[in-house]
């Protein structure tokens, strides 16, 4: 998922991991985003169904004040 500010902006399907800024880029240069220990997806926008049930809902609960990761599991029943 895409998140800013709290809110899913969009929903994607991961082909494949990679190593950050290993793969072509269009926006940016490959060189600002290689980090080591980083790693980016090559992917698709997820089915309209997924888009349809999380784009614009509020992640907030899930990344509480002070929370020094930018990743968090959520485990679906």
Known sequence: MGILNGVVRAVYAIDAWHPAGSTEYT?????????PG????VG?????????RYVGGSV???????L???VVYVCCP
Request: no cysteine; aromatic share 12%.
């Open 68 to 70: 020094q990761s930018p």
């Open 27 to 35: 926006t940016r240069e490959r060189t600002e985003l290689a980090r």
């Open 60 to 66: 907030t609960a899930y990344f509480p004040q002070g």
């Open 44 to 52: 698709h926008p997820a089915e309209a169904q997924l888009q349809e």
């Open 38 to 41: 980083r790693w980016e997806f």
